[in-house]
């Protein structure tokens, strides 16, 4: 069974960097059909997937996003991260990871982990 956890830093101070990594188990991550999504969701909002990283390397980006962040992994710690990047409070958001695959987008979801911009 698939475990994903994600991990980060809590709190980051704006124009700083933001680091979040999802560590996956059970599964690697380079196994077919499988794509792994980062999703945030800021207080009081909605969900917003903001990327994701298919089984064979290949990466789609939310519209919005695209210009701001990037999406990596290291198939031999069996993780997927979002490297670093400056970030404003408008990044205040609980951070997931999730798998899914072309029928079910987003089957599997890790705990999420919390992340808040502020001086």
């Known amino acids: 069974q698939v475990q994903l956890q994600e991990s980060g830093p809590g709190l980051v101070k704006p124009s700083q960097t933001l680091s979040l990594t999802c560590t996956v188990s059970?599964?690697?991550?380079?196994?077919?059909?499988?794509?792994w999504s980062w999703i945030r969701q800021p207080p009081g909002k909605g969900l917003e997937w903001m990327g994701a990283?298919?089984?064979?390397?290949?990466?789609n980006y939310s519209p919005s996003l695209e210009s701001r962040i990037s999406i990596s992994r290291d198939t031999s710690k069996n993780q997927v991260t979002l490297p670093p990047n400056s970030v404003t409070p408008e990044d205040t958001a609980e951070y997931y990871c999730?798998?899914?695959?072309?029928?079910?987008?987003?089957?599997?979801w890790g705990q999420g982990t919390q992340v808040t911009v502020s001086s």
């Open positions: 990283i298919g089984y064979e390397g290949s990466i």
């Open positions: 999730a798998r899914g695959d072309s029928v079910v987008p987003r089957s599997s």
């Open positions: 059970g599964v690697p991550i380079t196994r077919r059909p499988y794509d």
